[in-house]
């Protein structure tokens, strides 16, 4: 835009604050720019090794299943290794749906607790929960097959889910105290006032508005407990017991010392693709669930 000066032959001109097509200022794009290159090399940073693989997977190699042309003779091979890729996916489903059972009942549980009630030693014992995260996860696995040997939960996928659910009750437990002491505990008093008992103001109020955060504690529980190695390592002897990263890890040491790496990136990919999958879907909600005790500090 230009503007002149009436009194003498002096041209002012104006900076152009002319929106972009998104409705911003264009000195806002500029400063933009770094933030979406740095973001974008992030991104292809992280994602190019499982891009790779995925591609890999499907494309020929010497010493695979698929050394002519490209198609699913690696995914055939982890198919049919030996009891059978659906025994292992079945098997390290229902450990990871036992222990996001778990875990999200016992945490929604002690979490109100912790945030809803005073008793004594309330911040001590929160702090002994807490305490889990300060030692080291395998030099517990030892005792605890000892103890789960002891009561005959040993080469067991049930005593797999209860081992994880410990290491993940710590996270969970914080992350639900938080997200109930978010809500103000108005919210439980009008529940109460509209002849509510604390059963119903937890179920029918507490439950819902605390949904983000358990989202998040679900989907970490599921993602630790699907991609965990070291507890059925340790654990587990039964070869048709075996979760899935047990079955990839096993497929790599074959007979002569020769590794199928066609069959072991498409078993990578069959690991990655639940992950992925939902963490897209409740992308949204794992946000809000991290956000829900933000400004609670």
């Known amino acids: 835009m230009t503007l002149t000066d009436t009194t003498s032959t002096r041209t002012i001109v104006a900076p152009d604050y002319r929106p972009t097509r998104a409705g911003r200022p264009r000195g806002r794009l ?20 499982l891009v790779w693989t995925t591609v890999s997977s499907f494309s020929p190699q010497a010493g695979s299943a698929q050394t002519d042309g490209w198609g699913f003779g690696n995914y055939e091979s982890l198919a049919n290794f030996q009891a059978g890729i659906w025994v292992y996916l079945g098997n390290s489903l229902f450990v990871s749906l036992l222990t996001v059972i778990l875990t999200l009942v016992t945490s929604f549980l002690g979490g109100y607790a912790f945030a809803r009630f005073s008793f004594p030693g309330k911040n001590l014992l929160f702090l002994l929960v807490l305490a889990i995260l300060m030692v080291p996860y395998a030099t517990l696995l030892i005792p605890l097959y000892v103890i789960l040997n002891a009561i005959g939960l040993n080469n067991s996928l049930v005593g797999v889910a209860l081992v994880l659910t410990m290491f993940q009750l710590p996270f969970s437990m914080f992350m639900m105290r938080i997200s109930f002491e978010s809500i103000p505990k108005e919210m439980d008093e009008a529940a109460l006032v509209d002849g509510c008992n604390s059963f119903s103001a937890l179920w029918r109020v507490l439950l819902p508005a605390v949904k983000p955060g358990l989202i998040t504690v679900g989907l970490f529980a599921f993602l630790t407990a699907w991609n965990d190695f070291i507890a059925p390592l340790i654990l587990i002897t039964d070869t048709n017991r075996m979760t899935l990263p047990l079955a990839v890890a096993n497929l790599r040491g074959q007979v002569m010392g020769v590794i199928d790496y066609g ?10 693709l639940p992950c992925v999958v939902l963490f897209l879907v409740l992308q949204r909600h794992y946000v809000r669930g991290f956000m829900s005790g933000a400004f609670k500090g």
């Open 30 to 49: 500029v400063y933009g720019i770094p933030y979406v290159v740095f973001t974008g090399a992030l991104a292809i940073i992280f994602l190019y090794p």
């Open 263 to 272: 069959a072991t990136e498409a078993g990578v990919v069959v690991l990655a």
